[in-house]
């Protein structure tokens, strides 16, 4: 015997609520713990550098995003997980890089389209929506592919 179809709702929505509370502000922190990252990775000579070898920075997102951990070491540090927003599936290399490019982009353009995640389904950016990916909590996501 299924459940009525208001608990299947509640559940429903229980479970989308524990996929995204708690991700803008641990962005926020993953982005500046990521900066660190990537100066320690480098010795510190790529934080000096960054204006003029824009692609560090870049390599190091995509990388990450597109491994089988699906997120950089400052998201993973944090709980959080970059997947598919259909289907909750680890991205592919292109998603990936769509994403980091989008990202780039978006702080390029302006931090108003980061600010989109306030008001969108599971707090996606306009590069999240771009891509066609989320940024998640790791403990989440209940499907097999973690």
Sequence with gaps: MSAPPNVTLLIADWQEQR??????????????????IA?????????????????VPIVYAWF??????SATPGQAMLGLAVRR?????RPDPWEAFA???GFVATIAVGWFWVCVALFT????AFHDIVSGLVVVRRTAITTTDH
């Design 85 to 89: 927003n259909a289907d909750l599936s």
């Design 39 to 55: 100066g320690v990775l480098t010795l510190g000579l790529g934080l000096p550098l960054l204006a003029a070898l824009p692609a």
């Design 19 to 36: 996929l995204t509370q708690g991700v803008m502000s641990r962005r926020v922190v993953a982005c500046f713990l990521d900066a660190i």
């Design 64 to 69: 990450f995003v597109a491994s089988p951990l």
């Design 99 to 101: 994403y980091v490019i």
């Design 121 to 124: 389904t599971r707090h996606r």
